[in-house]
């Protein structure tokens, strides 16, 4: 996982571009994964990383009983490697917390509609993904700049899918790029059935916003 900057020292940045969504994603590593942070003996306390071409240099904090230590850690990057799908949408991950189990990872992103894709993308790499949290300044919008953040762990699994789907397909949009049958159909589940969990995300949702003004 990258946490800083995918050092090339030659490389240099031709576009600035201000990222005003942040995530918060819990992650659950494939269990072939040989990422330093999938398998830590001890709960992770820093990261910091460098890509160097096919290879991933790592030092790792990872908390002793009282003490800490660093750990360094060199492994090959392949296509499979989640610092990688991060860096396909333009990306920096930054670790907040590895146990073992799961990854916690932060990062920012321009654009709304590159949510879904990046969470897909990474849903093809791990055993679990979850948006935990999606947080936005306002900038990105034409209405005036308002922080506004929302909680995602009160949905269930069956929501989120629901939600992401939703998303993904331009339910939302105006006009519509796809119908609700569609969608139940390709979860498999019924229009209703489809229907009242969307109605839950989006209550939840509601609730979130209105209630943190």
Do not use: W
Request: proline share 2%; net charge negative; glycine share 4%.
């Amino acid at each position: 996982m990258a946490d800083s900057t995918s050092g090339v020292a030659e490389a240099k940045s031709d576009t600035l571009r201000e990222q005003h969504l942040q995530l918060l994603l819990e992650i659950e590593p494939a269990k072939c994964c040989s990422c330093p942070l999938a398998g830590p003996d001890s709960a992770v306390e820093d990261v910091h990383t460098q890509l160097d071409g096919d290879v991933c240099h790592a030092e790792v904090t990872v908390g002793d009983g009282d003490a800490s230590k660093v750990v360094h850690a060199t492994t090959s990057v392949s296509d499979d490697c989640l610092c990688r799908a991060f860096a396909e949408f333009e990306c920096v991950p930054r670790i907040r917390r590895a146990d073992g189990e799961c990854i916690v990872v932060e990062t920012y992103l321009s654009d709304r509609a590159v949510i879904t894709d990046l969470v897909e993308r990474l849903d093809e790499l791990t055993e679990r993904v979850c948006l935990r949290r999606l947080t936005s300044d306002g900038r990105g919008d034409s209405t005036e700049s308002k922080t506004a953040t929302i909680d995602l762990s009160s949905l269930t699994a069956k929501q989120r899918e629901a939600a992401l789907i939703a998303v993904h397909h331009g339910y939302y949009e105006t006009p519509r790029r796809t119908e609700l049958a569609t969608l139940a159909e390709a979860l498999g589940i019924s229009k209703s059935a489809l229907s009242q969990r969307l109605n839950a995300v989006e209550a939840k949702l509601a609730t979130a916003v209105f209630d943190s003004e």
